[in-house]
């Protein structure tokens, strides 16, 4: 697993699909403020409450220069359902071969049930304006994802 992020390193840069089929890199948000946040599945309880706290706090988030951009394993049909399902206001983006996850170190052995598995552990990151790691959170709980995210921006 690669080493954890710290406040003050630079963003690694990605390219994903995303739930619209689009190409995006990191840097094409450079000016903005993002929230990236790692999530185990699509549709699934934890996964659902936090894609919903942001959901909700959607205009809140805008207000502070910022998009939030939501990465899990799924491929772009699962993101499709999922973002309408919840009526998603923000990108989801697709990282099957888990290397924007390996690139934040939130691809990592969990345990379940006794059982061992590789997996995303979930995590948030506020990145500034010019790329920056202003907020690294790794293994956040669901219900914690948006009050921590925004607090880093305020």
């Not at 000016?31 to 205009?59: E, H, I």
């Not at 951009?69 to 983006?93: N, R, Y």
């Not at 379940?112 to 959170?137: H, P, Q």
């Amino acid at each position: 697993m690669q080493e954890k992020l710290q406040v003050g390193d630079q963003a690694p840069d990605f390219e994903a699909v995303t739930d619209a089929g689009n190409r995006v890199k990191l840097s094409d948000y450079r000016g903005k403020r993002v929230v990236l946040y790692f999530y185990p599945k699509d549709d699934t309880p934890g996964c659902t409450t936090q894609a919903c706290s942001f959901r909700d706090n959607y205009p809140a988030i805008e207000e502070k220069n910022a998009v939030v951009l939501g990465v899990s394993p799924d491929d772009q049909a699962s993101h499709v359902k999922f973002k309408s399902k919840f009526d998603l206001p923000f990108t989801l983006l697709v990282d099957a071969d888990h290397a924007i996850a390996e690139a934040y170190g939130t691809w990592g052995e969990k345990t379940n049930y006794g059982k061992t598995y590789m997996g995303i552990i979930r995590s948030n990151f506020v990145i500034d304006e010019n790329g920056k790691l202003v907020k690294t959170l790794y293994d956040i709980k669901p219900a914690d994802s948006f009050a921590e995210s925004i607090a880093a921006l305020n």
